[in-house]
């Protein structure tokens, strides 16, 4: 069978015409007793909507509790789309857009009230239904004879309905987008304040309600931030803590990937209420994964059993290094513990310290416990100062050999001023090391056995290695 219309040729979408624009005579014949019955639903449009209220009320549980609130506003609804939906029956031309803008007011009206969409439907086809009934009944019972007409038009009347029934749903799917976009801007925007320490103390009770947080719990900041063109760019998606609760927030300012996690510690003894659920809005919220906050471990028998979420006050900074997992490329820093919602900004401010002092390779640091590389990375100008005054002589050496004394000098630091230690790091002679390091104190004019001096080449290096000097 040939198809009627041409592969190459496209239909459009769009609602269907009510009335061809040519039809045959029987057609025509029908369409008149659509309208004279149309009319007389007219004439009758209060009873009409007291009768689809009723109904309505004992269908629809979702309008009967919207008619419990504000019956007057529904009564109103329901006349002003029964008016204009079977006018348009009357005079499609007149009447056809404003029904659509009716119908599409209702969709909105209705997705910001919250009324299921569900219940909106079956509320315009309850409607459509009843309008079609009563066509029917009008016809029948003072025309008799032209009931059978009606069954020309009455493809027509169901499309009308579905038409306006999709007219519904979009307005309410849009509204509802909008809807979701604002609270989540809005939970952004309260995140945003709380980790630029802008949040209002006035305010802080409807943050901590809305972000299901604690006002007055103890939290760390834990700024996270992966390189440049990996092929993820999100830490949030990558950097995870186990069992503590986690609220991230992406710094879109950044190109970066850095995202800040507002972690929850514990909750102030007046503090009854547990935390809320998260949100899918740009802020994650981890640590929620199988229901009363358990997460899966695997105990010394091999056995997966639970792992309670913990939210103690026995919990420090150092705790959230130990639970945290991320990419070996990823930089962390995390921040002292803070007292409520109000000290999140300041805990932010240590955070974005603490990812300063983080080696360029990746790691984790906690401020507390690298506060000397804290001071030169939060001073860079006297850093740079210091590391020329202190390692110049020994910077300014051939590339190959300043490397050799740098490293030298950092192993010996690191193991504790023990050159056999730092000879085993170093893959060479205890007395190699002894060398390097008697070459290094000649060049710089600092003595390894002065405690102040030791003081003056470790911040140097720390300043050198950090600043990228």
């Known amino acids: 069978m040939q ?25 025509a014949e029908a369409l008149l007793v659509l309208h004279r019955a149309a009319r007389a639903l007219m004439a009758g449009l209060p009873e009409l909507t007291e009768r689809l209220m009723v109904l309505l009320r004992e269908r629809e549980p979702a309008y009967r509790t919207a008619m419990e609130a504000d019956v007057d506003s529904v009564r109103d609804e329901v006349q002003r789309s029964l008016r204009l939906n079977v006018g348009s029956l009357i005079r499609p031309g007149e009447l056809r857009e404003a029904a659509h803008r009716c119908s599409w007011a209702i ?30 009944d009008e016809t029948t019972r003072r025309h008799p004879s032209d009931a059978r ?22 307005a309410y799917r849009q509204t509802e987008r909008e809807l979701m976009w604002r609270r989540e801007n809005r939970l952004r925007l309260m995140t ?39 092929a993820f760019t999100d830490a949030r998606s990558q950097v995870h803590l186990s069992g503590l609760r986690v609220l991230w927030y992406r ?34 919220d981890e640590g929620l994964g199988l229901g009363a906050g358990a997460e899966p471990v695997t105990g010394a028998d091999g056995r997966e059993g639970e792992h309670p979420r913990t939210h103690g006050f026995d919990l420090d900074a150092g705790e959230i290094a130990r639970r945290l997992t991320a990419p070996s490329v990823a930089r962390v820093g995390v921040s002292p513990v803070v007292d409520g919602l109000a000290a999140i900004g300041d805990a932010r401010r240590l955070a974005d310290t603490a990812l300063r002092a983080c080696p360029r390779s990746g790691g984790t640091v906690v401020l507390e416990e690298h506060l000397p590389a804290a001071l030169v990375v939060s001073a860079p100008v ?30 010996w630091l690191a193991c504790d001023g023990s050159a056999q230690r730092a000879a085993g790091r170093l893959y060479c002679h205890r007395n190699t090391v002894l060398n390097r390091l008697r070459r290094c104190e000649q060049l710089t004019g600092r003595s390894l056995t002065r405690p102040a001096d030791v003081v003056e080449l470790s911040l140097a290096l720390a300043a050198h290695s950090l600043l990228d000097l």
């Open 107 to 136: 969709g909105r009206a209705r997705a910001e009230r919250g009324l299921p969409l569900d219940a909106l439907l079956r509320a315009f086809r309850l409607g459509g239904g009843m309008v079609w009934q009563g066509l029917v």
């Open 382 to 411: 006297l850093g740079a100062a210091l590391a020329e005054r202190v390692l110049g002589p020994l910077l300014r050496l051939d590339p190959s050999d300043r490397d050799v004394m740098v490293d030298t000098l950092t192993a």
């Open 251 to 284: 710094d879109a300012d950044r190109d970066s990937g850095g995202s800040y996690g507002i972690v929850l510690l514990g909750g102030h003894p007046h503090d009854g209420d547990e935390p809320g659920h998260g949100h899918e809005n740009g802020l994650v």
């Open 3 to 27: 198809h009627l219309v041409p592969a190459h040729v496209r239909t459009l979408p769009g609602p269907r015409p009510l009335v061809p624009a040519v039809r045959p005579a029987v057609d």
């Open 149 to 170: 007409l009606l069954i020309h038009v009455a493809a027509d009347v169901w499309n009308f309905v579905d038409d306006h029934c999709t007219v519904v749903a979009d």
């Open 192 to 230: 945003a304040a709380l980790l630029d320490g802008t949040a209002r103390i006035a305010d802080l009770p409807a943050t901590a309600a809305a972000l299901g947080l604690p006002e007055r719990g103890r939290y760390a900041v834990v700024l996270a931030r992966l390189p440049v063109g990996q």
